[in-house]
């Protein structure tokens, strides 16, 4: 009998030789838990767990959340403040470099457009002059033509030979104006003849210029005339390249200043023009010399000349 209920006892109780107990174990599925926040549906503890340590794991369980909870919050805020930071400051950067992007464009769009910047610069060199120009002539009258212009041709010739034996080459005197012409009185009638001959002298030995002067007055005599002196700078290549010199860094300067000015710089030039102007002294004398001292030689000074040059420069403008 023994053996027969030992035989029918449920699956899942086992019993091993030596061993008064016996466990047993539940071949069916465990009972299923339920959690919850509220200790009135909680339920009574599982088996094997007291109420009060049930309690306890709730309120652990529950601090746990809470806490969790707040620190999402805390990271959302914190995360709001730290992009609304970035935020604004990429506004202001990115305000800043649209300002850049803006003035350098309006930069390059004028750069881009061929835009140019026309200026003017002067530079002016004084020089010693070495050379002199002068107008000396005769005026002879007669009673006939004839005889007013044969006189008037003998004291020209004198006073050509005059002026080559006081250093002045042939080819450097020319005519310049020769006229014969009837002179009448207030009724109309002609009482006499005068003739004008006229000649352009160059000198380039301005030490001896006063004494040919002289000289050619009293070879003449009464009858001479002299329209004024000028003088000149032979050769003005060197000058003219130093007013030049000087006219071109004067441009250059202002148009740097105006570009620079302007958030550009200078490109290549364009155009320039030149104008060049060579000042002249001029020594008026008597248009004739009565009674002339042989002794004394006519004063001269030829002094200083300035030499000046003017350039309009146009500049092609470039970004910087």
Do not use: C
Not at 33 to 46: F, L, R, S
Not at 209 to 235: R, W
Not at 291 to 316: C, F, K, L, M
């Amino acid at each position: 009998m023994n053996e027969d209920r030992t035989n029918d006892r449920e699956p899942g109780f086992v019993s091993e030789s030596g061993d008064s107990a016996q466990v047993s174990l539940s071949a069916g599925p465990a009972p299923a838990v339920i959690e919850t926040n509220d200790p009135a549906t909680a339920g009574p503890p599982a088996p094997g767990l007291s109420s009060t340590g049930a309690a306890r794991k709730f309120g652990e369980s529950f601090t746990a959340r809470v806490v969790g909870i707040v620190g999402v919050v805390a990271l959302v805020v914190v995360g709001s403040i730290i992009g609304a930071e970035v935020l604004s400051s990429s506004g202001s950067s990115r305000a800043r470099t649209n300002i850049r992007t803006v003035l350098a464009s309006s930069h390059n769009s004028a750069a881009a457009s061929g835009a140019t910047i026309t200026v003017t610069g002067n530079g002016q060199v004084e020089g010693t002059p070495d050379t002199a120009s002068f107008s000396i002539g005769v005026d002879t009258t007669a009673s006939t033509a004839v005889a007013a212009l044969e006189q008037n041709n003998t004291q020209v010739a004198t006073l050509e030979q005059s002026l080559e034996q006081s250093g002045v080459a042939l080819k450097d005197i020319q005519t310049g104006w020769l006229n014969l012409s009837a002179n009448t009185n207030n009724n109309g009638d002609v009482t006499g003849f005068s003739a004008d001959d006229e000649l352009n002298v160059t000198m380039n030995d301005l030490s001896n210029l006063g004494a040919a002067l002289d000289a050619a007055v009293q070879a003449t005599g009464n009858g001479v005339t002299l329209g004024g002196i000028s003088f000149s700078i032979s050769n003005q290549s060197a000058l003219l390249a130093a007013a030049r010199a000087q006219a071109m860094l004067a441009a250059r300067t202002e148009a740097d200043q105006v570009a620079a000015g302007g958030g550009l710089a200078l490109g290549p030039i364009v155009k320039i023009t030149d104008q060049e102007n060579a000042g002249q002294y001029l020594y008026y004398a008597p248009n004739a010399f009565a009674g002339a001292n042989a002794d004394a030689a006519v004063p001269v000074q030829p002094g200083q000349q300035q030499i000046s040059v003017e350039v309009t420069v146009v500049y092609r403008l470039v970004a910087s």
